[in-house]
């Protein structure tokens, strides 16, 4: 019994069931990220509803700012991003820094710390899709001193 308790552990651990994260986080892959912390303008909400298997799936847009980034967040479920217009530069812990330009999606791996932010001259239009439990956020920020609002 005790093995398989052991066992059971070791496999929600590795499904990231039991995630811990630690505050505050204030780098992604020991450097701090680009650009000025603040929020997404002009956000409107596409989709919001319940599937048929009870999760929530919620689709947003909103304009990243030039200059600007989020403040280093986690996903717990994961999700996409879609650029419409303008470049996204994607920093993820444990991952090589990608940029994306318009008409390019990337995946939000789940649990792992992550900023994005518009580098360039131009302000970027972004689609994001989340998949997660109802009541869950879809976002959690970690990085101290940024405003949602």
């Known amino acids: 019994m005790k093995r398989l308790l052991t066992i059971s552990v070791l496999l929600l651990s590795a499904c990231g069931a039991e995630t811990q994260w630690?505050?505050?986080i204030t780098t992604i892959n020991g450097t701090v990220p680009e650009g000025k912390l603040q929020p997404l303008a002009n956000t409107t909400t596409m989709i919001d509803t319940v599937q048929t298997d009870g999760n929530r799936l919620l689709v947003m847009k909103g304009t990243r700012i030039a200059g600007t980034r989020v403040g280093i967040h986690v996903h717990e479920y994961g999700g996409h991003t879609c650029v419409l217009s303008g470049?996204?530069?994607d920093f993820?812990?444990?991952k090589?820094?990608?940029n994306y330009p318009a008409g390019t999606c990337y995946y939000m791996p789940p649990n792992t710390p992550m900023s994005a932010a518009n580098l360039g001259k131009k302000d970027a239009v972004l689609i994001d899709t989340f998949i997660?439990?109802?009541g869950a956020p879809p976002i959690t920020i970690m990085e101290p001193g940024y405003n949602a609002e």
Do not use: A, K, R
């Open 96 to 98: 090589p820094n990608g």
């Open 22 to 24: 630690t505050y505050p």
């Open 87 to 89: 470049e996204i530069t």
């Open 132 to 134: 997660l439990p109802v």
């Open 92 to 94: 993820v812990e444990g």
